[in-house]
């Protein structure tokens, strides 16, 4: 006769694995990918209802059981990516080659109008944009609150709005 395996404290291994699903998750999505949080909140649920229901029989230890379940479910999430990616429409019809003239123009408008601004909206949007930092983390490299970020950001914009209709 078998011995009675012992009782797992759900609460406990949602404790103990959360940071170590979550590491692994951000590692293989990307820290900038928002859907990290989601993934590793579905293979927590995954796991603890797996074992609630009697599919971890205890042949292997928690941890193992937890780290193959991550694995899938970060090699499904690839998988669904790819495949929407299979069926995105095709590039367009490329542009005639005065569009391309008039690109330029508007990409040396834009630098020109850039240039004019102070640099306190130089940087926010270099940081928010061209770094593609988020909200939070523009603040904090600027020293201002992450309201004054998007203040900053929406009069920059303004600005330039303004400056490029002239």
Do not use: C, H
């Amino acid at each position: 006769m078998k011995p009675q395996p012992t009782p797992i404290d759900l609460d406990e291994v949602a404790r103990e694995f959360r940071p170590k699903i979550s590491f692994k998750v951000r590692r293989a999505l990307g820290g900038r990918n928002p859907d990290w949080e989601d993934v590793t909140n579905e293979i927590l649920a995954q796991a603890v209802e797996k074992i609630r229901s009697g599919e971890f029989r205890g042949d292997s230890a928690v941890g193992t059981f937890i780290y193959i379940i991550t694995v899938r479910r970060i090699a499904d999430y690839f998988r669904k990516k790819t495949k929407i990616l299979k069926f995105a429409p095709e590039p367009g019809i490329p542009a005639e080659p005065g569009e391309d003239a008039e690109r330029s123009e508007d990409v040396e408008r834009m630098i020109a109008a850039l240039g004019t601004l102070k640099p306190k909206y130089k940087d926010v949007l270099r940081l928010y944009f061209l770094m593609e930092l988020t909200r939070e983390e523009t603040a904090q490299r600027l020293g201002i609150s992450p309201a004054a970020v998007s203040e900053r950001v929406n009069y920059a914009q303004k600005l330039l709005r303004k400056k490029l209709k002239r």
